[in-house]
C-alpha cells in the first residue's frame, strides 16, 4: 500500500496537431496539516500557467481514489503520460 508521500505526481499530455490541440494535465496528492490529504489538478495548453484546483479529502486514501478516477477518464479522452511519469 502507497502512502501520501510515497505517491508520484502523474504529469499527461494530449497533443494532436490536426486539431492544433497541445494540452497537459497534472495530478498529485499532498498531505494536509490536520491528517487529511488534498488532490491537486493543474491542467491547459503545453507553454501556459493553465489553471489549478485543489480538493481536501479526510484521508489519504480517498484523495488517491479520486486521483485514479481522473487518471481514467483523463486516459480514456487521450491522455498519455510523459516519459518522467511512466518510469517506475
Given at each position: 500500500m502507497t502512502?501520501?508521500?510515497d505517491k508520484k505526481p502523474l504529469h499527461l499530455r494530449r497533443i494532436n496537431p490536426s486539431q492544433n490541440m497541445r494540452r497537459y494535465y497534472c495530478l498529485s496528492v499532498q498531505p494536509t496539516l490536520f491528517g487529511g490529504a488534498s488532490?491537486?489538478?493543474?491542467?491547459?495548453r503545453i507553454g501556459t500557467n493553465g489553471q489549478e484546483k485543489m480538493e481536501t479529502f479526510d484521508e489519504s486514501r480517498a484523495a488517491e481514489d479520486a486521483m485514479a478516477r481522473?487518471?481514467?477518464?483523463k486516459r480514456r479522452r487521450g491522455y498519455r503520460g510523459t516519459e518522467a511519469?511512466?518510469?517506475p
Open positions: 502512502t501520501t508521500s488532490l491537486i489538478r493543474h491542467w491547459g481522473l487518471e481514467k477518464t511519469s511512466d518510469s
